[in-house]
């Protein structure tokens, strides 16, 4: 099993739309996680952190969910800028710890 | 302004060769790590330090090779043993330093074998 999972996609949405990504972790004592993006050959960005109880920035809400070990990013009133693949992250309390990717999900937004 | 740099950004390669790519991080970061990315793939960790002249091994740490000699570089070779290496490639280094380790990028190296 992979350690951190995520739904490869691609979603194809219209604009103004919700959409949202979930990814499972297989680690309990894990305790940082990350929403990056990343556009199209470039490298990825830090998007939002997910610490305890969830994060909202904006049009994008991201959620953890320790008991069923996973987390979310829900994008609100989605638009064409929008359009990218965005990677799960999860991380431990230090740098002991190896930062793991989820292969990410391909989101595009259509006019 | 503090960062990650990585260079060359493009890098040609003949089969059979050595090459290294660099990467240096102004951020005063203990944590450095070096990915891969094919096309449409996630990111494959290759290598990661942790501290100055220590480093594990990845997933995918055949055919590669690191030095961490100074807190600053985490240069990476790929070697010939390396089968297939055309990708990006990407380091990224973290402050681990208590409530979570976000991971900063530099621009990436694109590798291709000619």
């Known amino acids: 099993r992979k350690e951190v999972e995520q739904d490869p996609g691609p979603f194809n949405v219209p604009e103004g739309a919700t959409v949202a990504f979930n990814c499972t972790y297989s680690n309990s004592a894990s305790q940082s996680f990350f929403w990056y993006r990343q556009d199209c050959r470039k490298e990825p960005k830090l998007l939002m952190s997910v610490y305890s109880s969830g994060n909202e920035d904006g049009r994008f809400t991201a959620q953890l969910n320790r008991a069923s070990q996973y987390i979310s990013l829900l994008i609100r009133d989605s638009k064409l800028s929008d359009s990218a693949t965005y990677l799960c992250v999860v991380t431990g309390y230090s740098s002991a710890s190896k930062i793991i990717f989820g292969s990410g999900t391909r989101l595009s937004i259509r006019p | 302004d503090g960062g990650i740099t990585q260079s060359p950004k493009y890098l040609f390669r003949k089969e059979g060769q050595n090459v290294t790519l660099s990467c240096e991080q102004n951020l005063n970061h203990d944590a450095m790590y070096w990915y891969r990315q094919d096309p449409g793939q996630g990111l494959r960790l290759i290598y990661y330090?942790?501290?100055?002249?220590?480093?594990q091994k990845g997933d995918i740490a055949e055919g590669y090779s690191v030095s961490r000699e100074k807190k600053e570089s985490f240069p990476l070779t790929v070697t010939s043993a390396q089968k297939n290496p055309t990708a990006f490639y990407l380091c990224?280094?973290?402050?681990?330093?208590?409530?979570?380790?976000?991971?900063?990028f530099g621009q990436g190296t694109r590798l291709t074998v000619v």
């Open positions: 990224a280094s973290s402050s681990g330093t208590g409530k979570g380790t976000e991971a900063f």
């Open positions: 330090s942790q501290i100055v002249n220590d480093f």
